[in-house]
């Protein structure tokens, strides 16, 4: 595989293929809600110490403010989302492994 | 003290070195130099980029920023590990299929042009740069806190040339072995100074947090759990969110990060070293919180910065400021410190207070193998900046030998050990957190963007990716400038930090360069890079 030098038509033919194409979606159907919700639920914590920094300090339990919990959280969400990331990325790479065993033996012929 | 310390610095230099002979037989190719041959581990490259983000910035900076403006400081430890989410999702496994030795590889593979190339090379300059700076003077402030006699500017002149050495011989092989080592070495003293911040609250984190919720402060006190001791005034709310805008993509534009996924041998195992860093890096973070409220609460702001020996004296002045005049000069004379106020140096004081001088000394060499293991991945990532994409893709323009090569790259790696140690001499006084802040607010406005379209749209072209890297360059650069922190009183911009309004101007930039000039060549090249950055087929092995 290593010493195949592919053709641009071999590139464009993989690109096609109707299960890399399917395999695009699945990862992107996957990564860009997750990316969203991370990046909004990152955000939220300084958008709330700028805009609303009286209930950021409001003491809620233990006398720990929102902000000391949010900032936790984001902590323990970063690890969750990890974990999430790890667990389905497995089954992409199962994919796509299989395409690219299919297409070694396709272009060996 | 000093002998104690002084010895644990000599073991680990002794001991970087070792390693660096070891690896020197190793480092003869241009592969073996910037990638070592892409044999790293996935688990072993985690560590390493732990380690490269336990930086002092991270030990010393955020430890101090905590101690000194509680919640606040913690902002920057939250942003820079939720960071790696971004490198996870978008970059990390792309990288790795698509990337040889540098990051503007990545971007000169999809948008071929020398252009991009060489813009692309010129900020990772840059940003190394300020970086390293960020590094060195932590460096120098910590020695010069220990050896007194070792003045700030020779302490950062010793660490420049080591790590020179280090990387001049050893290359990335021998960098990722001092990393990792480093990053288990400062764990473990950030686990033991935790504890012992625990156990003089007699493991009661209420303690900790009722202590922490009314620290000293110069005869008042200072709740450390509330926001807006650091971003604080008419503009701390737009601070504290254009501080976060820059730690969350500001990863993800970073050389000497990036570079390890050039250094492991499958997608799977860059995604394995995210995984590994985020928790290694989130245990972290959680240590130096315990840290930073021990150094704020324990030894007091009033305390931190002040010389360990002379505080007798220098206690006399803080009570009779009135003196200060008179004895400054005379303490000089002698060879004390006179007495200001120094951030970076909360975690070492600290250990001297709740662990005595061992504990410091080892303390302190933790943060010293840090600051030379981070110094020398950051010059390897602006040594193959230079020799790789600036010399012989721009310059020479032919493949020469891998002698000439590391020639070269051990060359670009001198002459950048000697511009860094000129600035971080300059700069020896400012917060090295606030300094690597800086560095993340260029990368979040010129690569991060550039890397993120380039894997990602299909339309990207040239002329989009030069406006946007461009733009972002220039005003987060300009803003820098503009900023309070060079300007002082009559700063043009208000904030501290640009990233709030340099990375949308970074995207918006390469939004309207694509739209105005189509590049055809670049969106045709889209579909291979796809099928290589989700397969891996046709990756450097």
Redesign the interface.
Known sequence: MQHHHFTPGEWEALANDPEFVALLRARRRFIIPLTIFFLLFYLALPAGIALAPGVMNRAVFESLSVANLFGFAQIIVAWGLLALYMREARSFDKRAQALVERAAAEFAK | MTQATLVMFAVFVAMALVITYWASGRSASRRGFYTAHREITGIQTGWAIAGDYMSATSFLGITGLIAFYG?DG??YA??W??A???V???LA?PLRNTGRYTVADVIAFRLRGRGVRAIAACTTLIITLFYMVAQMVGAGSLINLLIQRISETYAIIVVGLLMVIYVLFGGMLATTWVQIIKAGLLLASSIVLSVAVLAHFHFSL?AL?DAA?AAPAGGHTIDL????LL?SGRF???E??S???AL?LGTAGLPHILMRFFTVPT??AA??S??WA??LI?VF??LTTIMGLGAGTIVGQHDIGKHLRDTQAIRYIVRHPEDAARLNPELARNGYIVPQKNTNLAAPLLADSVGGPLLTAFVAAAAFATILAVVAGLTIAAASAFAHDIWYSLIRTEEGSDREHIFVARGTAIVIGFIAIACSVGLRTVNVAFLVGLAFSVAASTNAPALILALTWRRFSRTGAICGMLAGLISSLALIAASPDVMGERAIFPLHNPGIVSIPLGFLAAFVGTLLARDPESE?VF??L??RA?????AE?
């Open positions: 919640y913690f902002m939250i942003g590990l939720v790696y989410l971004t996870l999702f978008l496994e209420f947090r919720m759990l509330k926001t807006g971003f701390g709310g737009i504290v969110f501080l976060s805008l969350v997608a799977n995604r394995i995210v995984g985020m928790a989130g973070y959680f045709a579909n291979q796809q099928v989700n397969t891996g087929i046709g092995v």
